[in-house]
T-cell receptor, first 115, second 113 residues
Framework: DAGVTQSPTHLIKTRGQQVTLRCSPK?????VSWYQQALGQGPQFIFQ???????QRGNFPDRFSGHQFPNYSSELNVNALLLGDSALYLC??????????????FGEGSRLTVL | QKEVEQDPGPLSVPEGAIVSLNCTYS??????FMWYRQYSRKGPELLMY????GNKEDGRFTAQVDKSSKYISLFIRDSQPSDSATYLC?????????????FGKGTTLSVSS
């Protein structure tokens, strides 16, 4: 049973560029959440997608956007990259949008470096 | 004041020691309390979760929640070198409704053999 898979694992971009990160949820899960984890910090919630719509959003600017596809996979897009966007981007999936403390599974993350 | 405070360490202990990891929080609405373990260059892995107050034990791990003090703990007994990782506490409240967990900064633990 595949867990949450993310791609790419590492990427390097320059300031002002745009990036797209991808996530496939765990089998049986239909809800995807994205988190940003800066070096030495805990993950910060970006947004949640369920039924192809953004259902919940954290304190992130509009430069951060997402999409969910009919097969429940998801993309995170970041426009006009800043140096401060350098972080590990984590995708997490759950079998539904509610708070399911024991069923939130994280992927390995995509490490973005902005130069 | 941040919603969740966690001492980043690092914490170094010898193999076999009892480890105590702690977080404090300010939002009294938090009801779900979780501990995640994160190895270097990996995603967080859920270790334990507790709803409301009380204790929960799973093998060598014990989670405690004291809502009156807004304080949660994770105890690791008979620590092993394989326990060396960053431990993250996370919380959420029922009103939030969703997967928007609030994490602490994480405590880095090193267990030497």
């Amino acid at each position: 049973d595949a867990g949450v898979t993310q791609s790419p694992t590492h990427l390097i971009k320059t300031r002002g560029q745009q990036v797209t990160l991808r996530c496939s949820p765990k089998s049986g899960h239909d809800t995807v959440s994205w988190y940003q984890q800066a070096l030495g910090q805990g993950p910060q919630f970006i947004f949640q997608y369920y039924e192809e719509e953004e259902r919940q959003r954290g304190n992130f600017p509009d430069r951060f956007s997402g999409h969910q596809f009919p097969n429940y996979s998801s993309e995170l897009n970041v426009n006009a990259l800043l140096l401060g966007d350098s972080a590990l981007y984590l995708c997490a999936s759950t079998p539904g949008p509610g708070v399911l403390a024991g069923e939130l599974f994280f992927g390995e993350g995509s490490r973005l470096t902005v130069l | 004041q941040k919603e969740v405070e966690q001492d980043p360490g690092p914490l170094s202990v010898p193999e076999g020691a009892i480890v105590s990891l702690n977080c404090t929080y300010s939002n009294s609405a938090f009801q779900y309390f979780m501990w995640y373990r994160q190895y270097s260059r990996k995603g967080p892995e859920l270790l334990m979760y507790t709803y409301s107050s009380g204790n929960k034990e799973d093998g060598r791990f014990t989670a405690q929640v004291d809502k009156s003090s807004k304080y949660i703990s994770l105890f690791i007994r008979d620590s092993q070198p394989s326990d060396s990782a960053t431990y993250l506490c996370a919380m959420s409240d029922l009103n939030q409704a969703g997967t928007a967990l609030i994490f602490g900064k994480g405590t880095t633990l090193s267990v030497s053999s």
